[in-house]
């Protein structure tokens, strides 16, 4: 039992609560720890169908990735990559040809929903393909104040990475982008702070 990140986003903007940095941290750093176990898997796994709904948060703290039944079938519909957004909220990476449902999609699909828990709110229609740098910059502003637990620039540029701004400096899966992002933070015991946070988050929701 638990929540899933959807339903907590949408509370949070409707709330107007204000969650605590270390919080959000510690969640975006359990999402991308659950894809890069998914990738790291032999065989190279991908999920393909990764939005805010398919993560449930755990009333226990823990992150797991849901409905990863979906990703063939999207694929098989043939949708391009504006479309694919507009219908189901997937981010997917630039193509010269019809979206391919591997792991560089995921990593694109989770720096989406990174993005939408720094911002502490869902993403809209129309934030996205072509408002995502704007964005990313307005997400990361809002991290550039005195004591904060993370690097507006380190996480600006793992953003970028991850959302595949620019393509030749991208991650090609979430195991590349789990090395950087454990790089960001940079105040000791931040993650046990954000652990804490987190689940008292969660018990008010």
């Not at 043939?78 to 995921?106: G, I, T, V, Y």
């Not at 993005?115 to 995502?132: D, K």
Request: charged residues 20%.
């Amino acid at each position: 039992s638990g929540v899933r990140l959807s339903d907590l986003l949408e509370y949070l903007e409707s709330s107007g609560e204000v969650v605590p940095e270390s919080a959000m941290l510690e969640l975006a750093s359990l999402v991308i720890n659950a894809v890069a176990s998914l990738h790291a898997w032999p065989g190279g796994l991908a999920h393909g169908a990764l939005n805010a709904s398919h993560v449930l948060i755990t009333n226990d703290g823990r992150v797991m990735l849901t409905d990863c039944v979906f990703g063939a079938g999207l694929e098989a519909l043939q949708r391009n990559r504006d479309n694919l957004w507009k219908e189901f909220c997937l981010a997917m990476p630039p193509s010269a040809s019809l979206a391919r449902f591997d792991q560089q999609a995921d990593v694109t699909q989770m720096g989406a929903i990174i993005l939408a828990i720094v911002l502490q709110r869902p993403l809209r229609i129309h934030e996205y393909p072509r408002g995502v740098s704007d964005l990313i910059m307005t997400a990361t502003e809002s991290t550039a104040v005195p004591g904060s637990a993370v690097s507006p620039s380190a996480l600006r540029m793992w953003l970028q990475e991850a959302l595949q701004v620019h393509p030749r400096l991208a991650f090609r899966s979430a195991v590349e982008s789990q090395r950087s992002f454990a790089d960001i933070s940079n105040r000791p015991g931040a993650r046990r702070a954000g652990a804490m946070a987190l689940q008292v988050l969660l018990r008010t929701t």
